[in-house]
């Protein structure tokens, strides 16, 4: 299947510091990434949908000042969370999905755990 | 209502046991389905797709009741390696690319 990275896989961070997470979609073109967030025994949690070349489409609740995300190649989208918070701390994961017509399959990276001290 | 729903479990089966698993979903217009499976502390991975004509891959079968608006997952001849978070997934619930994962039904297939 389609591969996507994720870098870094794991930091820990000072409260008031930002972090920029990274998604590549290594084997292919992602028209669309999604990031999402995940705490301890829940489930997965839609944060945005980003589509190259334009705005990022936030769901109800995730501030965009805050979680700013960039997706300004067909293989790369950045996520940075500003000024992050211990509350911040948590599993983020990308997931890229390919050019349209290729089907809603969704290809997850590896995560990222966030540990915000 | 949630939009996705299934049941949490666990589901603790025996090895070779048959398994079957639940999803409803509320939006009637929601286009795709899929079944993934996560992991502890892992990335969901994409298990199989559900079509309407039902699907199969070795053990694993997808259905998927349009009218009654649930996706089901059966799983024969479990395997310890089966043990895993099931994650149901619909696309299309509030527009196009919006994509709702359900909480997840955890499976321990024990020896």
């Known amino acids: 299947g389609a591969v996507v990275s994720q870098h870094p896989s794991r930091v820990i961070c000072k409260s008031g510091t930002s972090v920029k997470i990274e998604c590549r979609s290594l084997d292919f073109q992602a028209t669309t990434m999604f990031w999402y967030r995940q705490f301890p025994k829940q489930s997965l949690m839609l944060m945005a949908t980003?589509?190259?070349?334009?705005?990022?489409?936030?769901e109800q609740g995730v501030e965009k000042d805050k979680f700013l995300i960039n997706h300004a190649s067909l293989t790369l989208s950045t996520l940075t969370v500003t000024s992050a918070h211990p509350e911040d701390s948590s599993f983020y994961i990308c997931s890229a999905r390919g050019l349209a017509g290729a089907g809603n399959e969704q290809f997850f990276g590896p995560g990222t755990r966030l540990t915000v001290l | 209502r949630k939009e996705v729903e299934q049941d949490p479990g666990p589901f603790n089966v025996p090895e070779g046991a048959t398994v079957a698993f639940n999803c409803t979903y509320s939006n009637s217009a929601s286009q795709s389905f899929f079944w993934y499976r996560q992991d502890c502390r892992k990335e969901p991975k994409l298990l199989m797709s559900?079509?309407?004509s039902g699907n199969e891959d070795g053990r694993f079968t997808a259905q998927l009741n349009r009218a009654s608006q649930y996706i089901s997952l059966l799983i024969r001849d479990s395997k310890l390696s089966d043990s895993a978070t099931y994650l149901c997934?619909?696309?299309?619930?509030?527009?196009?690319?919006?994509?709702?994962f359900g909480t997840g039904t955890k499976l321990q297939v024990i020896p």
């Open positions: 980003s589509n190259e070349g334009s705005k990022a489409t936030y």
């Open positions: 559900v079509y309407s």
């Open positions: 997934v619909v696309w299309g619930t509030g527009g196009y690319q919006k994509v709702t």
